[in-house]
């Protein structure tokens, strides 16, 4: 049985011991109290699994779990198996809360009787704070969509991110949906099934999570693991087709985009592509689809481009983005919209 109103909080754990004060102090001082706390320690070979201890003895808001490693999504599953609260959230553990984000979020959603709630939220870097208001502003109305504009949103992964953190999520809608394991950007295996059944989703403007941003270069640190998103994509596409026909065009941009995207980072990182493998596989997948994605992106005048470029030869497309990077450092053309500098 549940307990009403108590929200349950997942921080699986590893090799964080710098960050985990941090993350776990920013739930112990929230505003909202009546909280339990799944500290999993994912077989980690630092400290944390001895600081996650500390914190249980010192809160019995506190649980905590040790297992080998297994990576994020088996720790978040592990986690999920003691979960009592009505509500769940998932907090990567370099990440942190405002002090009032799990109130915020627990009397909107029951006030909109909301299955989801999700929150705005920083790109937070050790020198600045980063939002993105692209498309709401921080004094915007909250919306409520409904589960058709959710699944749009979604797909187009702009409004709704794939991510599984900032969020407050009803415990009921995902308990049976488990993360799947052995691969890379998990939540997008799992976002999919889990808003498919979502009614009411609610989304608030004010920042009240931080996203922790590590100095590593994604180029510096890719690897051809990270093509898992783009498997996990195909398989949401599958879903799309089923439950979601009126989607199948947003999708397949989704997926073009990111293919195009990670070809383009393993030419920057040949060094783990020596052989081109990857590149081929990718470039075939999107011959193979070619009218699919040209009927898809017929309306979107840039990335109409990119894929005829891009199947004129795929260096074409680099040489392009290369050169309107180029442009916008000359301040010839215009820098796109993006991300604004807030103060700490």
């Not at 979604?154 to 052995?182: D, Q, R, S």
Request: glycine share 4%; with cysteine; aromatic share 12%.
């Amino acid at each position: 049985m549940l307990q009403k109103e108590k929200v349950s909080i997942i921080v699986p754990i590893y090799k964080v011991e710098k960050y985990i004060q941090r993350c776990v102090d920013s739930i112990l001082q929230q505003s909202y109290s009546n909280l339990e706390i799944i500290l999993v320690n994912d077989g980690s070979p630092d400290n944390c699994g001895e600081i996650a201890d500390h914190y249980r003895e010192s809160d019995t808001r506190i649980k905590v779990i040790h297992k080998k490693n297994g990576g994020l999504s088996d720790a978040r599953n592990k986690g999920m198996e003691l979960v009592t609260g009505e509500f769940t959230m998932f907090v990567d553990s370099d990440d942190w809360l405002d002090k009032d984000m799990i109130k915020t979020l627990v009397e909107n959603g029951l006030n909109f009787k909301a299955d989801v709630i999700q929150t705005a939220f920083y790109y937070a870097y050790d020198e600045k704070l980063l939002i993105d208001n692209r498309y709401y502003k921080e004094s915007d109305p909250s919306v409520l969509l409904n589960n058709k504009g959710l699944m749009y949103e979604l797909v187009k992964n702009e409004k709704v991110k794939n991510f599984a953190w900032g969020k407050l999520y009803k415990t009921e809608l995902i308990k049976n949906i488990p993360f799947k394991t052995g691969v890379l950007f998990e939540d997008v295996y799992w976002a999919h099934q889990v808003m498919h059944q979502v009614n009411a989703y609610l989304i608030l403007h004010e920042p009240l999570f931080y996203y922790y941003q590590r100095n590593d270069s994604i180029v510096a640190s890719y690897s051809p693991r990270n093509l898992d998103i783009i498997t996990g994509l195909k398989e949401r596409h599958r879903f799309i087709e089923q439950f979601y026909e009126e989607l199948i065009d947003e999708s397949y941009k989704t997926i073009l985009k990111t293919c195009i995207i990670h070809y383009n980072l393993l030419v920057m990182n040949r060094k783990n592509d020596k052989n081109g493998t990857y590149r081929k596989k990718i470039a075939l997948y999107i011959r193979e689809n070619e009218s699919a994605f040209k009927n898809a992106v017929k309306d979107d005048r840039q990335l109409r481009r990119q894929l005829s470029l891009f199947s004129l030869h795929p260096y074409m497309n680099i040489g392009f983005l290369g050169g309107r990077k180029i442009l916008r450092k000359m301040k010839i053309l215009a820098q796109p919209r993006g991300l604004k500098q807030v103060s700490i």
